[in-house]
């Protein structure tokens, strides 16, 4: 018989971070909604997954390989699991479904009352994150406004994975393409270098059943398991997945306390203030049933924010380092030449957007090499009211317009846990691996703030940088 061995896996995954699985339209209230089932709640395709799970078959390059070679020695690689032009795929992924508070699985047509329950209530408005790109002079540059539905953390999702195979071998292959789901690199949906994305496997595992169709015991539970995904299996084993290792990548873990106030600014104001701190809720399931944390008691810090700063200071350390000054510059050069993608450095690790070509599209685009996760955490921390005036010298009152308030967070005494991966690929420069690990040291020593009202003293921190858990840097 061909194809007589059926490997099953049914995996539940939750985000980490929150995701931004788009759809590719926009609203009323958003430039890119999230991509919603038939009763209106977020879900992953199963390309989105299969397409992840190919990328995530990988090898190093060999020396002096052209890429054209590189790529059918790829493509060659993933064949088997994952199909090509020359073979179909063998394996199957079904749609990744949410789950409820009680942990059931909400796949198909779900009742109106179960709809306008208390937990999924939350999913009908979701958060809406707000970006701003900033240029070297502090200002937001042309273009660079936008944002965009996101999908809150701790949401779970459950989805099944079949593999059909003519040899009983072929289960360790398998077993492979289910650890890569628990690497710390495998990031679900767009702005995976932006904070999103990241997730992890339920208990580090899943359900897991293999078949032989020739055994009519076998043959029968296989015939009898229902395609949905809200019928959960019967006499299913439970297998342990093996976190790979993040092989060419450099793992920075910096533990950041504040000093003393902090504000990553929502864009809007409130009857209390009229600059207000960002907030989102994310899903508690260390209850039963999972609940929502109330976002007014959770400390956020956008991974989009640091990694605007970073960028910004590396700029700084690299041009130090290669003596490149602004008021020396070459003649026909000016500072724009040496700041953003066309910085060696940033391009090299933040990636670059491109330019336009002839043709009004965007040419030679690079894909940044870092992962940066947003912190959510909840905390007891409440906000501060801040007012400030500009006095006008001359008359001793205010000057019009320069009355404010900020509403801020007082952190001093919170800690908070920054990771970083990087691809050894993008450090391998020795200059660009300094201004790197310089700008994080900078980080470390209140020496660069992050978020808004820098320069009236928010957003400074104390801590220490690991890298691959080796201390590197302490500043307490």
């Known amino acids: 018989m061909k194809n007589q061995y059926r490997f099953l896996a049914r995996i539940i995954i939750e985000a980490k971070t929150p995701l931004n699985i788009g759809s590719g339209n926009k609203g009323i209230k958003s430039d890119s909604l999230v991509l919603r089932d038939i009763n209106g709640l977020p879900f992953i395709p199963g390309t989105t997954i299969a397409g992840l799970l190919r990328h995530s078959i990988t090898v190093e390059r060999k020396d002096n390989e052209n890429e054209k070679d590189y790529d ?7 064949g088997p699991l994952m199909g090509n032009q020359e073979i179909g795929s063998p394996l199957i992924i079904t749609e990744a479904k949410m789950l409820d508070s009680d942990s059931t699985v909400l796949d198909g047509i779900i009742s109106q009352e179960k709809l306008t329950s208390e937990f999924l209530a939350n999913y009908r408005q979701l958060p809406i994150r707000q970006h701003a790109k900033i240029g070297h002079r502090g200002a937001t540059l042309k273009g660079g406004k936008f944002d965009e539905e996101i999908v809150l953390k701790g949401t779970r999702f459950c989805f099944e994975m079949e593999m059909l195979s003519s040899n009983n071998e072929d289960e360790t292959k398998f077993k492979e393409l289910l650890d890569a789901l628990s690497s710390d690199t495998f990031r679900i949906g ?10 992890e ?3 580090g595992q899943c359900q897991y059943k293999m078949i032989d169709l020739t055994e009519d015991k076998q043959k029968e539970w296989y015939l009898k398991k229902s395609s949905s995904l809200s019928e959960d299996w019967q006499d299913a084993e439970i297998i342990d997945l093996k976190k790979p290792k993040a092989e060419g990548w450099t793992t920075y873990e910096i533990k950041l306390n504040p000093v003393d106030f902090m504000l ?7 009857d209390k203030a009229d600059m207000t701190f960002v907030r989102e809720s994310f899903v508690d399931w260390s209850t039963n049933p999972a609940t929502i944390k109330d976002r007014e008691r959770v400390i956020f810090i ?8 970073l ?3 590396l700029a700084f350390h690299y041009n130090k380092i290669k003596e490149v000054f602004a008021d020396t510059l070459a003649e026909g050069k000016v500072i724009e030449d040496f700041v953003g993608k066309n910085n060696e450095a940033v391009k090299a690790i933040f990636g670059s957007e491109g330019e336009k070509g002839a043709d009004g599209k965007m040419q030679n685009k690079l894909r940044g090499n870092v992962l940066i996760s947003d912190i959510i ?10 007012n400030h005036v500009s006095i006008d010298r001359f008359t001793g009152g205010a000057i019009d317009g320069a009355l404010f308030s900020e509403e801020t967070l007082y ?3 919170q800690s908070f846990e920054l990771k970083l991966l990087v691809k050894n690929s993008a450090i391998s420069d020795k200059d660009v691996r300094t201004a790197w690990e310089n700008t994080l040291e900078d980080l470390c020593a209140c020496m660069l703030p992050l978020g808004g009202g820098v320069n009236r003293g928010n957003g400074c921190f104390e801590g220490r940088i690991k890298r691959n858990e080796e201390l590197i840097y302490e500043n307490n």
């Open 311 to 313: 960028s910004h200071r």
């Open 264 to 270: 990553f600014g929502s864009g809007f104001g409130n």
């Open 72 to 78: 059918q020695r790829l493509d060659k690689l993933r």
């Open 201 to 203: 496997v339920v208990g």
């Open 411 to 413: 952190a001093k005494g």
């Open 377 to 386: 955490q909840e905390t007891s921390v409440s906000p501060k009211i801040l």
């Open 302 to 309: 956008p991974a989009s924010s640091v990694k605007g700063a």
């Open 190 to 199: 767009s702005g995976s270098r932006s904070g999103f994305g990241e997730i």
